[in-house]
């Protein structure tokens, strides 16, 4: 599920040559939790263990198995039963997953300014395609190194903006080590706009730790192409530099 989102931004100015719930456990898929402790349904038709190959958790399949006689006699209160072994009662159980799959494209890009004064937003911006089918409403995200970004993300009141102040590192120019910072915004757009993130934090049960997230539609299931506007924020006088970001896109389900 997870598409890794990988902005290289080489800088050379002056002399220059040239991806919301806290964290509790319950084990498994619905599949895995077959027979468990949490498999409590009404009507069971037990297939914990039938299917033991790598892809059972994701893959279409079903398991029969049971059978039985009854003979018997018939009187107006009812049939006498006669003999009954095994059982002939009809039993459906159908374990549908909580699904998602995606594609990205473009999803590497690389800027290139020459000259930082007249970079144009064209020039500091770039787009990433995507779609996504789910059986249930998601969270998109970006998620960052833990604690790396924690208190970068810029608020205006206690609404998100896209902005990621200090977003970019750069650890050297063209010849000698440096520590050097830019920011950068991302936004996305499912065909509403562009959208500022919702939320940041963490999302599936914990799993999924310092990110920032979209509600795409609402939360409403279905199938959804996007786009993450990636741009650049350099300040008027940007120190060259080899610039990067490597955050990971990732999914939450609404829980």
Known sequence: MKKVLTILALVAIAAVIGVPMGAFALPGTLYEQEGGTNDQDIVEVNAAGVNGSADANYTNWKHQYGGGSWSGVYSPSGWVTASEPGSTDLKVEADVEMYFTESVSKNNIYFHLGNIYSATDADKTAYVDGSFSTNNGQWIGISFPPGKLAESFEKVGTDYTGRIIGGMQSNH???????????????????????????????????????????????????????????????????????YLDPVIVASPVL
């Open 173 to 243: 120019d063209t010849w000698r080590d440096q520590d050097n910072q830019m920011d950068v915004e991302i936004k996305l757009s499912w065909g509403t706009g562009w959208q500022v993130p919702g939320n940041y934090g963490e999302g599936a049960h914990g799993t999924i730790q310092d990110t920032l997230w979209w509600l795409v539609a609402d939360g409403v299931p279905g199938t959804y192409n996007y786009q993450w506007r990636v741009r650049l924020l350099p300040t008027a006088h940007q120190a060259d530099g080899d610039y």
